[in-house]
């Protein structure tokens, strides 16, 4: 009997770990990088040939639109309040944010920057009115904006309170996940590159991961409380490596630990299920881990940018190039 009740035990461990990549739709042709996933029903993309898509049905159907007269633009993230309301920001310059409040039918320009080298990179928001975008250095000082009317309207820092970094160090565009809310007031955000550093308030943290090339560092952070903080990254130009593509701390920065099973690849995107339960994606792959990512475990070897969590449900969708998934526990 006890033989038995073992075999049953183990049988429904292996079952609870089951996690499977379910995919919804491939029929597009678009490059996704940046996701809002309000519920577990409402869900918004943004990518590459200037194309949003719109789930109202938890990802059964897409409907995916073209935003008129940016049909060539980047759209690297998106943060969608309903399932009508969403803001978009477009890299490269002219740097773009825009708003819609009718299911993207139409489209509002908020903001607007036509200084060369302008890149806008990522966008948070706290609640449904203050937020914050980041964008690659100008002159050596990362560019910061923020909105307090719902992105309504958005205004730069002043330029004495913009970071200070070092030649060769920027922000990957890469999944909308380089500056995440950190409490109630502030964010985070990280960089790579030639130097790939953790920013927490006025601290530069050098983070212990691979780093000191264009391709290389940080790309995603995830914090689920003040304390316990994850980073993914790598080196996208050898995106099966596992060296030094993964790092987490539980004090905030003063000290670093180093997974024992890292994830299996560079990892453009991290993001929290549970305290303790995580998935990672990127290029060359799909990792989980049950343990607050001390171990990884590769469930896909499918490449995707971008996976989220619904902010109020508990689905956890992917997405990448031309195609959209969900995570099947």
């Known amino acids: 009997m006890k033989q038995l009740l073992a075999f049953v035990f183990s049988i429904m461990i292996l079952h609870t770990n089951a996690q499977t990549i379910q995919m919804l739709d ?3 042709n678009s490059s996704i990088r940046g996701m809002s996933v309000v519920n577990d029903k409402v869900v918004w993309f943004s990518g590459s040939n200037g194309t949003v ?3 109202l049905n ?3 159907s897409i409907q995916w639109m073209k935003v008129t007269g940016l049909e060539k633009r980047d ?11 969403a803001i978009i920001i477009a890299i490269d310059t002219p740097a773009l944010i825009l708003k819609t409040m009718d299911g993207g039918t139409t489209w509002r320009i908020v903001y607007e920057d036509k200084r060369p080298g302008m890149f806008l990179d990522a966008m948070e928001f ?10 690659d250095p100008i002159d050596g000082k990362v560019f910061i904006a923020r909105t307090f009317d719902g992105g309504n309207t958005w205004r730069g820092l002043p330029e004495a309170y913009y970071p200070v970094v070092e030649k060769g160090e920027a922000m990957f565009a890469a999944s909308g996940t380089n500056v995440t809310k950190f409490n109630k007031q502030e964010a985070v955000f990280v960089t790579g590159g030639k130097l790939s550093r953790l920013f927490v308030r006025d601290e530069k943290i050098v983070l212990p991961i691979v780093q000191g ?4 560092g940080a790309n995603s952070i995830a914090v689920y409380d003040e304390k316990n903080i994850i980073v993914v990254g790598g080196d996208f130009s050898k995106d099966t490596s596992r060296y030094k593509n993964c790092v987490l701390t539980k004090d905030k920065g003063k000290t670093f630990i180093v997974p024992q099973t890292p994830p299996f690849g560079y990892r453009s995107c991290v993001t929290n299920i549970s305290k303790k339960q995580l998935i990672t994606c990127g290029t060359s792959g799909v990792d989980v881990s049950e343990d607050g990512g001390l171990n990884w475990r590769n469930i896909s070897s499918a ?5 989220q969590k619904a902010k109020k449900g508990k689905t956890v969708f992917l997405a990448g190039r031309n195609k959209v998934a969900r995570l099947v526990w």
């Open 26 to 28: 491939t029929g597009f």
């Open 53 to 55: 898509g719109r789930s």
């Open 58 to 60: 938890g990802g059964d």
């Open 75 to 85: 759209f690297r993230d998106i943060e969608a309040f309903d399932a009508n309301t």
């Open 126 to 135: 706290w609640n449904i009115n203050s937020g914050i975008v980041v964008g």
């Open 213 to 216: 090339e264009d391709f290389t």
């Open 303 to 307: 490449g995707f940018h971008v996976v």
